[in-house]
């Protein structure tokens, strides 16, 4: 099993994902700079933040092409969680006001699609959509939910949420008024909406799949 | 569909865990690392761990012990006390939380909470509030762990915090605090019924019932509790098989491996 290296780009709670890895068994580091992606065979993208803000961070640490460059080329899997997952679409509407261009909200577009907020999505409960839902696979073939059946529940905390292009590429939704993207998968790209780390038994299990999956 | 929350809340002074009544006359229940351990194997919803006394220095919050309290804990973690900066969030991410919740400082400085949310979203920042009631019915806001007045009205300050960009809100009853008497359910849902965000309800939980009463009848997004769970034989996993029979719908724990 390959060494996954968890971007510190200055957001995310790098604290329960780590120890969440060494817990679901992976061997896990924090890696710091780019250069040091290739001291290691796959990697984890964490968010807990705001889309322009994180977008930005990552940028300033010349994380994209980086990154673009490990997937895409060396073929090394990707997961991000939460705005991590966000990170890979094309675009996000979060934090983008007049005033701000454009670029302030492009993301790695690792996987068509744009990022929403709820409530433009037609969701009218309450937001954030912050707690404990189900989620229901798509039933496209993957290896990120082997053993964790529909309608486990998994840790949410989110105002955006990604909305693929190709919809092939959801691997997971859940029902939050309306069906909101839980997972997207692309190749050795992946993302969950939801936070494994911090979802008990579940998440350990989605974690150690990614851990485990092969490679392209 | 998204499952109503049950939420331990563990108060933290100096070297171990308290609780009191009407945020006074603390007793201690034990020390932070087992009680966490603990809720952390019985796959609780969500914790809740707030330094009752870290208001009261200029002192950073305790990374260290968030650290020590954060390596047994997979659920998600809110910590609150001491928080007065934005860039301390990211050490406390860093040390294992992964929420953050705000009281004291955000009535001084409430750009607080918007710089917060701006750099870690909205989900990351609980605006924690602490409500007294006078005998007249009058409410008023409370910080310094219950012990100023902010003359702040909650509704008006619940909407403002929303405004500001606070992605909860952690609502106690202070008279109801360590009481078990039940929720202050009209307070509660002048609350909900007031903002588009989460309520955690707080203060005077003493039984399951207290618990749905609280979801169904005020609205509340999740129930938190410290004394019934501490002084009592009732347990979170109780609570969510009670809420379950009354038709709240709970998180159902996953038990492959």
């Given at each position: 099993m390959s060494v996954i290296g968890v971007i510190e780009?200055?957001?995310?709670n790098l604290g329960s994902v780590l120890r969440a890895l060494q817990k679901a068994g992976a061997n896990a580091r924090v890696i710091d700079?780019?250069?040091?992606?290739?001291?290691?065979?796959r990697l984890l993208l964490p968010g807990v933040g705001s889309f322009a803000d994180c977008a930005r961070l990552l940028e300033q640490g010349g994380w994209p092409d980086a990154l673009r460059a490990a997937v895409q080329s060396d073929g090394k899997p990707l997961l991000g969680i939460c705005l991590g997952m966000q990170l890979?679409?094309?675009?996000?509407?979060?934090?983008?006001?007049?005033?701000?261009?454009?670029?302030?909200?492009?993301?790695?577009?690792?996987?068509p699609g744009q990022v929403r907020h709820l409530q433009d999505q037609g969701c009218s409960l309450r937001?954030?959509?912050?707690g404990w839902n189900s989620v229901q696979l798509?039933?496209?073939?993957?290896?990120?939910?082997?053993g964790i059946p529909p309608g486990t529940d998994v840790y949410f905390a989110h105002s955006y949420a990604f909305v693929p292009?190709?919809?092939?590429?959801?691997l997971a939704t859940t029902d939050y008024g309306v069906d909101v993207v839980a997972a997207v998968g692309h190749d050795q790209v992946m993302g969950t909406q939801f936070h494994p780390e911090i979802s008990s038994r579940a998440g350990f299990r989605l974690l150690r799949n990614f851990a485990e999956a092969k490679a392209c | 569909m998204l499952k109503v929350r049950i939420i331990p809340t563990l108060l933290w002074k100096q070297f171990g865990l308290v609780k009191g009544v009407g945020f006074d006359s603390w007793r201690r229940v034990g020390p932070v690392l087992p009680t966490i351990k603990v809720y952390n194997t019985r796959e609780v919803d969500e914790l809740i761990l707030v330094?009752?006394?870290?208001?009261?220095?200029?002192?950073?919050?305790d990374y260290e012990s968030i650290d020590d309290f954060g390596q047994d804990c997979f659920v998600p973690l809110t910590v609150g006390g001491?928080?007065?900066?934005?860039?301390?969030v990211q050490r406390l991410l860093r040390a294992g939380a992964d929420k953050v919740s705000l009281n004291t400082a955000s009535y001084l400085r409430p750009e607080l909470i918007t710089e917060i949310a701006d750099r870690h979203?909205?989900?990351?920042?609980t605006a924690s509030i602490d409500v007294r009631t006078d005998p007249e019915g009058a409410r008023e806001c409370y910080s310094c762990a219950g012990s100023?007045?902010?003359?702040?009205n909650p509704v008006a300050w619940a909407r403002e915090a929303e405004a500001r960009g606070a992605g909860e809100i952690l609502l106690t009853s202070i008279e109801r605090?360590?009481?078990?008497?039940?929720?202050d359910l009209p307070l509660i849902e002048s609350i909900t019924g007031a903002v588009g965000i989460p309520v955690i309800a707080a203060g005077g939980g003493g039984s399951y019932q207290h618990m749905v009463d609280a979801v169904?009848?005020?609205?509340?997004s999740a129930v938190a509790a410290a004394s019934m769970f501490h002084f009592?034989?009732?347990t979170p996993a109780g609570a969510r098989a009670a809420l379950a029979a009354a038709g709240v719908p709970v998180r159902t724990v996953f038990t492959g491996a």
């Open positions: 780009y200055g957001s995310g700079a780019p250069e040091k992606i290739q001291e290691v065979g890979l679409a094309s675009a996000s509407d979060e934090g983008v006001s007049d005033e701000q261009d454009s670029a302030q909200s492009a993301g790695l577009g690792l996987i937001v954030p959509h912050v798509s039933g496209q073939p993957d290896a990120l939910f082997d292009e190709d919809p092939s590429h959801i | 330094d009752i006394v870290a208001h009261e220095g200029d002192e950073d919050p001491g928080i007065t900066r934005a860039d301390q979203g909205a989900q990351c920042v100023a007045a902010t003359g702040r605090d360590g009481t078990m008497e039940g929720y169904l009848e005020a609205g509340a009592t034989e009732q």
